[in-house]
């Protein structure tokens, strides 16, 4: 089977910087992908880990380590509009698997 | 452009109605997929697209018919379906693999279509 756990819920502060942890247990590994859900609107693509390592894009940054069926999320300088469910999914082959994602507020 | 364009928005149906939602991408993918989505639930894998195959179906049950008329579009057909039915449709694509059919890359989704089966 396919195990993926993201926490829950989290809050943080505007301007300030938080992780989004996700760690997974697949049959197999072809790619993490994050994805950013506001209620009501589709996913949209943030970043996407292939190789163990940092991925930055802007205020967004994701890590990789396959060894240990990890992957984290970076947000820096958060801003009101990142209060969002955050998605993390395993991709297998042909099929993503998807977390059952983070609900981050953001307060002022 | 990265855009995936689905209608209709919003749908209301009966149980015995016939409807279909439709899903367009203009990206050169070669691989759609569609979800279901409930509230506060992830995205659920309905069926996988691959070079306007379906290479996947989820077990999903057959008052859901999918159709690939063409690379770019992607149709979901729906028959007798049941008030636990409602929920967000999303489609979505990606780049395909040039081996095995495998699919890389991303996905881009759609806004969704928001069903209610009355």
């Known amino acids: 089977g396919q195990n993926i756990d993201q926490p829950t819920e989290m809050t943080a502060t505007e301007g300030a910087i938080v992780q989004i942890n996700c760690t997974y247990q697949?049959?197999?590994?072809?790619?993490l992908f994050w994805y950013q859900q506001h209620a009501g609107e589709a996913p949209t693509f943030l970043s996407y880990n292939v190789l163990d390592g940092l991925e930055e894009k802007g205020r967004f940054s994701s890590f990789l380590s396959r060894s240990k069926g990890y992957s984290y999320l970076l947000l820096k300088e958060l801003q009101m509009k990142d209060s969002a469910s955050y998605l993390c999914?395993?991709?297998?082959?042909?099929?993503?698997?998807f977390g059952s994602g983070t609900k981050l507020n953001v307060k002022p | 452009d990265t855009e995936v364009t689905q209608t209709p928005k919003h749908l209301v149906m009966g149980m015995t109605n016939k409807k279909s939602l439709k899903c367009e991408q203009h990206?050169?993918?070669?691989?759609m997929y569609w979800y279901k989505q409930k509230a506060k639930k992830p995205p659920e894998l309905m069926f996988v697209?691959?070079?306007?195959?379906?290479?996947i179906n989820e077990s999903v049950p057959s008052r859901f018919s999918p159709e690939c008329p063409n690379s770019s579009l992607l149709n979901l057909h729906l028959h007798a379906l049941q008030p636990e039915d409602s929920a967000l449709y999303l489609c979505a694509s990606s780049q395909g693999g040039r081996t095995s059919g495998r699919i890389t890359g991303e996905q881009y989704f759609g806004p969704g279509t928001r069903l209610t089966v009355t």
């Open positions: 990206m050169g993918h070669r691989a």
């Open positions: 697949t049959s197999g590994f072809n790619g």
């Open positions: 697209y691959s070079y306007e195959k379906l290479s």
């Open positions: 999914a395993v991709r297998n082959f042909n099929k993503f698997y």
